[in-house]
């Protein structure tokens, strides 16, 4: 897998609660200071981004727009807790968001706050991966051995800047009235789900029941629910990264193996199979055909060839006129800096040439050869020892 899925947190709780599940860290900083780690999730080869996004909506926002911005991620998770409404899920449940709402938003009139919702629907590929997952079961390996049998949900979060502790207060009665199918209520998920349709990128919110917001929730309490709810959050978030990784690749791999011709009518047949293949056409000329899946990707010199036959396949697009000017410098600077970041193909290099090749996949991703090619030189680089 080639995909990286970013992770968000609020608190260090949340954070830890994540990090626990990855192999290999390394420390990434973005130029405008935002601290990330990326690691590889134990037994898989899904690559995670974590970062400490902080309280609020606000913050989370802004974070995930600089982090879909540096890794072109595959989607954006949040993982963290929350207060359960009207009593249902139960502490140490998760609820996998369908939908957020901002429910602050309104206008004051003499009469009373009118509700102005703003909502964002959950991408229909997360909610169908993630109530699969919840059916098949697997993700509760993940679980702390003490965690008994939390109950996945599915519904609505409120998103808002308050803290609610209150069954009975003027924005618990706001919330019953107006968003009255919201099952739990948090501090991020709005700013997330924002940044990510900004960008047209997957998020998916993933909370862990800490309190009940009803009035109950006290400092003592939070000691003990507070890192089981993230624990239980962070195991399901995980799983559901490995799997939109793995769904990810299954389709550019379906991509590949159509070998589509392009518009110079030349074909490239990848071959994933093991055994003899056969090539049945009534003529086969200006093609090529790999065996075992791509070139060897063993020797840099390799991806190298393959760079450049990227960079023939782009001139021609845009000169076609598919690609735009801005676009077209903007690939080209990706493709240099993954170029020359392989020329060192230490594991320092490795890792700043997929994270261009990653961006480069962003940008390009529309274009269904390119983006084939951009995968396999990926998959050269990863196979790079």
């Known amino acids: 897998m080639t995909d990286t899925v970013v992770v968000l947190t609020a608190t260090d709780i949340e954070y830890n609660a994540v990090r626990r599940h990855l ?58 807790i929350a207060g359960s409404l009207w009593s249902k899920p139960g502490l140490g449940d998760i609820v996998v968001a369908e939908r957020v709402y901002s429910y602050q938003g309104g206008t004051s009139e003499h009469d009373g706050l009118k509700a102005r919702p703003r909502a964002w629907e959950a991408p229909h590929e997360v909610s169908q991966i993630a109530h699969a997952l919840d059916r098949a079961g697997d993700w509760r390996k993940r679980l702390p051995s003490d965690a008994g049998e939390p109950e996945v949900r599915f519904g609505a979060i409120a998103a808002g800047e308050i803290l609610k502790n209150s069954d009975r207060s003027r924005e618990a009665l706001h919330i019953r009235e107006h968003y009255n199918d919201a099952i739990a209520i948090e501090m991020e998920a709005a700013g997330v789900a924002h940044a990510g349709h900004l960008n047209n990128v997957m998020v998916g919110i993933i909370r862990g029941i800490s309190d009940m917001s009803d ?23 995980v799983s559901l990264a490995e799997a939109l990784c793995n769904d990810r690749e299954e389709h550019l791999m379906n991509k590949h193996e159509q070998g589509a011709a392009d518009s110079a009518g030349q074909v490239t047949v990848h071959n994933h199979a093991t055994g003899s293949v056969g090539i049945q056409a009534g003529q086969v000329s200006n093609s090529t055909v790999w065996m075992s899946a791509a070139p060897s990707t063993e020797r840099p010199g390799d991806l190298f060839a393959v760079i450049t036959d990227l960079l023939t ?73």
């Not at 995670?48 to 072109?72: T, Y």
């Not at 050869?369 to 790079?384: F, Q, R, T, W």
């Open 23 to 80: 192999d290999d860290i390394d420390p990434y900083r973005h130029t405008a200071g935002t601290r990330f780690e990326i690691g590889t999730l134990h037994g898989t080869t899904c690559r995670i981004a974590l970062a400490l996004a902080n309280v609020g909506n606000h913050s989370s926002a802004v974070i995930a727009e600089r982090a879909i911005q540096e890794f072109a991620p595959c989607a954006v998770l949040f993982s963290g």
């Open 215 to 237: 009035g109950t929730k006290n400092t003592e309490d939070d000691a003990r629910s507070q890192p089981r709810a993230a624990q239980h959050a962070a195991a399901f978030a």
């Open 313 to 385: 396949q782009l001139d021609r697009v845009h000169a076609s006129g598919d690609v735009d000017d801005d676009l077209y410098v903007a690939a080209i600077e990706e493709i240099d800096t993954a170029e020359g970041a392989l020329r060192e193909p230490d594991r320092q290099g490795r890792k700043e040439a997929l994270f261009a090749l990653k961006r480069l996949g962003g940008l390009l991703g529309e274009l269904t050869e390119i983006a084939a090619k951009i995968s396999l030189v990926m998959a050269g680089v990863n196979a790079l020892s």
